[in-house]
C-alpha cells in the first residue's frame, strides 16, 4: 500500500466557478493511480470506486462517475445547490484531498420598478427596486445616465443594494437610472427608467 504526503496532491475543478447546467471534472494534481476510492461532497457520499467497479450514491445517480484510473470525478448537469466542498479519500494509496466548487445560475431578465412615478419636488421619497428573474450571488450597482450612484445622506442603497432609494427629491434626480447586476458567471442590465415627473 502507498502512501502519499499530507498536501501532496491537490484537487483541481475544470471550472470555478461554474454555471448551471454545465459539467464540472474534479481531477488530481499530480496525476495518481488510485485503485480505490470515495467522493464526498460535505457529509454526503457521492460515490465509491474499488478496481473497476463503482458505485454511485442515489443523490447522484446519473450525475456523477469517477474516472477509476486516475481518481477524477465528473459531475455532469450542475445546480447552485452542488456548490460545497469535495473530498476524496483513498486508502490504497492513502490520500485525503478536497477542492470547493461554486455553481452560480446565470443573471436573467433585470427588472425595475419603482413605486411612483409622480413626485413632488424636496417632498416626495422615490424608491427603486432591482430584480432579477432568475440568478444567484449578486451584486448590484446604480447608474445614473453614465454615473455611478453612491449613498449619501440622501441616497440610500438597501437590501444589499438592490434597493435604491432617494429622500426629497429634486429635478436632478430624474435619471435616467438604471441597475448593473452580476455575478462571477454573467452580468445584466435594466433598461433605463425615467424616475421622476414633476407635480
Request: glycine share 6%.
Amino acid at each position: 500500500m502507498g502512501v502519499l504526503a499530507s498536501g501532496a496532491v491537490e484537487v483541481q475543478p475544470s471550472i470555478n466557478p461554474a454555471e448551471v447546467g454545465d459539467s464540472v471534472t474534479l481531477s488530481l494534481s499530480p496525476s495518481t493511480t488510485l485503485r480505490s476510492g470515495q467522493w464526498a461532497v460535505g457529509e454526503s457520499l457521492i460515490l465509491t470506486w474499488l478496481g473497476d467497479q463503482q458505485a454511485v450514491f442515489l443523490s447522484h445517480s446519473g450525475r456523477a462517475s469517477v474516472n477509476v484510473v486516475t481518481g477524477a470525478l465528473t459531475l455532469s448537469s450542475v445546480t447552485v445547490a452542488d456548490s460545497g466542498v469535495y473530498v476524496v479519500q483513498s486508502s490504497d494509496p492513502q490520500l485525503n484531498a478536497n477542492a470547493s466548487v461554486t455553481v452560480l445560475e446565470p443573471i436573467s431578465n433585470v427588472t425595475l420598478r419603482t413605486n411612483q412615478t409622480n413626485l413632488m419636488e424636496f417632498n416626495s421619497s422615490a424608491v427603486v427596486a432591482c430584480s432579477v428573474s432568475s440568478g444567484s450571488s449578486l451584486s448590484f450597482l446604480w447608474m445614473n445616465s453614465s454615473s455611478e450612484v453612491k449613498a449619501s445622506d440622501r441616497v440610500q442603497l438597501t437590501d444589499e443594494n438592490s434597493t435604491l432609494t432617494i429622500v426629497n427629491v429634486t429635478r436632478y434626480d430624474q435619471g435616467p437610472f438604471s441597475c448593473r447586476v452580476f455575478n462571477r458567471v454573467s452580468n445584466g442590465t435594466s433598461d433605463p427608467m425615467v424616475q421622476i415627473t414633476w407635480r
